[in-house]
Structures are given as structure tokens and as C-alpha cells.
């Protein structure tokens, strides 16, 4: 039997790494990249945070559901997760409103500093599939709060901050969003779209904060929360 001399073993080594430096170090970051990737990339079971109380509520009710191979909670406010701040990457879930005129509101609040001040997507279900054009086009909208509310932004900056969706789920249905932020940068893309539905650049300095669900009006249903810094 042959035994490879541990000192020829070292020297193969060494010959590899100074003949190939460059191949050695590209293999490593990525390695390295995969990992950290991999650490930051988290799911959440909003039933469970709930249970465990690590969701941030303010006096709402919160009530968990099972419905449709969704497991999720159902609310009406902001509830942040706790412990968790968000500055850039991705934010996943899937939602359900109602098909109620002016009274469903449900989306995402992020870079929060608490109720008052926070950035937020938000969707308005009953305008998925309106037949009037212009409702139709105040499906997705962003905010800046509070110094850049809907009505505001509406007001001096139509059709900028507030967009269709495309393609346009039916309103009682589940449906996902994709929420990427990158530097002052969002784009929101719907039920796996290619194509973002609103790209729009961010209304304030903040780059980092609180991150939670937000809904207004009737309840709002969420489930599979994925956070991706």
C-alpha cells in the first residue's frame, strides 16, 4: 500500500494555491457570500409569533387562521416583528383583503420608527380588477409616513406613487407580493411577475428600521412572511 507523504501532500497544496490564487480565492467568497446569504435569509410564522408574543401590537385583535393551505394570523393595524430590523433586501408574504370599496387596505410597513413614522407598501384589493381605469391604477401604493401620506401624494404627485397591478389577482383572493429594496430604491412584484407593478424611490433618509405587516380598515389576512436582508 502506498502512503502519501504528508509533506508531498503540503507541497501539492501550496503549488495549487500559487498556480491558481485567483480560482482559491473566487471559491472561498463564495462560499463565504452563500453563507451569509444563507444566515440572513429568514421565514417567519406569524401564528407562532404570535404565540410567542413577538409580535409588537398595539391593542388590536389578532386572530390565527388556516385557510387555503395558508397558515397565517388575521388584523387590523401594525404589527412589528420583534427583534428584527430591516435596512435592504426583500421582503415576501402572501395576503388576502375583501372586495369591499374604501375599506380594505393591507400591505407592508418597513424602516419604522414606531405608528407614527414608517415607510409602507400597501395594496388595495377592490381596484385589482376595477373596470373604472383610474381606480384601477391606485391598486399599489407607497407612503412615507407621515410626511408623505396617500392623499398628499395623490394630490402633487398623480400616477407616480401609486400604480396598477399586474397581473391583477381576483380581490378575495390570496396573493403574493415581493418587496425589494435596494438603496433608496423599491419595486413591488406580484404572484411571481418578472415585471415589477411600482418602482418608486424612497421619500426620506431613513435606511433602516422596523419591519411588520400593516393593514387599515377591514381585517387582513397574512401569512408566510420571508424576510431576506
Known amino acids: 500500500m502506498n ?7 503540503l507541497r ?3 503549488l495549487l494555491t500559487m498556480k491558481k490564487p485567483t480560482l482559491l480565492i473566487a471559491l472561498i467568497l463564495e462560499l463565504s457570500l452563500a453563507t451569509v446569504a444563507f444566515a440572513q435569509d429568514k421565514s417567519f410564522d406569524l401564528q407562532q409569533l404570535f404565540k410567542e408574543k413577538k409580535l409588537i401590537t398595539f391593542g388590536q ?12 394570523i388575521s388584523q387590523t393595524g401594525i404589527a412589528w416583528v420583534k427583534d428584527v430590523t430591516f435596512s435592504q433586501g426583500t421582503i415576501e408574504v402572501d395576503l388576502r383583503g ?8 393591507i400591505g407592508i410597513a418597513f424602516h419604522g420608527v414606531d405608528t407614527a413614522t414608517y415607510d409602507a407598501i400597501y395594496f388595495r384589493p377592490f381596484n385589482f380588477l376595477a373596470a373604472d381605469p383610474v381606480r384601477k391604477i391606485h ?3 407607497y407612503v412615507s409616513e407621515p410626511d408623505f401620506p396617500w392623499h398628499k401624494l395623490r394630490e402633487e404627485k398623480n400616477g407616480i406613487y401609486e400604480k396598477a397591478v399586474d ?8 396573493f403574493h407580493a415581493r418587496i425589494v429594496v ?5 419595486f413591488v412584484y406580484v404572484n411571481g411577475s418578472t415585471t415589477p407593478s411600482l418602482s418608486v424611490k424612497k421619500l426620506n433618509s431613513r435606511t ?8 387599515t380598515g377591514l381585517d387582513g389576512e397574512f401569512a408566510n412572511l420571508v424576510i431576506k436582508k
Not at 375583501?98 to 387596505?105: A, R, T
Not at 433602516?208 to 393593514?215: A, D, M, Q, T
Open 167 to 174: 397581473p391583477a389577482p381576483s380581490p378575495t383572493d390570496w
Open 139 to 141: 391598486a399599489v401604493q
Open 182 to 186: 435596494k438603496d433608496t430604491q423599491i
Open 61 to 72: 385583535t389578532i386572530i390565527p387562521i388556516t385557510d387555503s393551505g395558508k397558515k397565517g
Open 98 to 105: 375583501k372586495d369591499v370599496f374604501q375599506k380594505s387596505f
Open 3 to 9: 502512503v502519501l507523504n504528508p509533506n508531498k501532500k
Open 208 to 215: 433602516s428600521g422596523l419591519v411588520g405587516i400593516w393593514n
Open 12 to 14: 501539492n497544496l501550496t
